[in-house]
């Protein structure tokens, strides 16, 4: 994209942390003011309105990528999770569809640490986080047992995240922060 060419550059893109933030705060109040509060951190709709395609992800549910530079993630049977990318340029991705009836460029299985850690990014991302029964259902296993205790516990006193019998979530004040979040909990 233009954009990434110009990052290539050197160019700086984007907006002062303290702008950014200031930004982020006023389309929160005028987006909510508006009837449409944020269900994930760069997403909003009236209830029952958000995207089911993209809560999918945010789910950490099975979907297939279909097209150039798509990517899947799906359950291969007892193997575990399988992740797939096809080819980006639709010049390439339409030869290898039609020489190979796919235009898959790389299918590997994810690892079940790898997996959990790409279920944390993208629940973290939801307004109402990870539900806990869910992630027992698709890891066979609690989240306070894969997540460093005394990390999710001090997020929690900071006012980060909240971590209760039923959901671990990101605060607003920990939205804001998100990339930060995830990399302490991950160190």
């Not at 893109?13 to 303290?18: Q, S, V």
Request: net charge negative; with cysteine; charged share 30%.
């Amino acid at each position: 994209t233009l954009f990434h060419t110009r990052a290539g550059r050197g160019e700086k893109l984007t907006a002062a942390e303290e702008n950014a933030v200031a930004m982020y705060e006023l389309t929160q109040e005028i987006l909510m003011a508006a009837g449409l509060p944020a269900y994930e951190v760069s997403n909003h709709a009236r209830g029952g309105e958000e995207s089911r395609h993209n809560l999918c992800y945010w789910h950490y549910d099975d979907y297939i990528g279909i097209g150039p530079g798509a990517h899947g993630r799906y359950v291969a049977g007892d193997n575990g999770r399988f992740a797939t990318e096809n080819h980006r340029a639709p010049e390439v991705w339409m030869k290898r569809v039609r020489e190979q009836g796919h235009g898959l460029r790389a299918g590997n299985i994810l690892d079940d640490e790898t997996s959990m850690r790409e279920a944390l990014m993208m629940g973290l991302r939801l307004a109402d986080g990870i539900d806990r029964a869910a992630w027992r259902r698709k890891f066979s296993m609690e989240i306070m047992d894969f997540l460093p205790r005394d990390k999710v516990l001090r997020l929690a006193q900071e006012g980060y995240v909240i971590c209760d019998s039923d959901k671990l979530c990101a605060t607003p004040e920990g939205m804001k922060r998100l990339n930060a979040v995830l990399g302490y909990l991950e160190n």
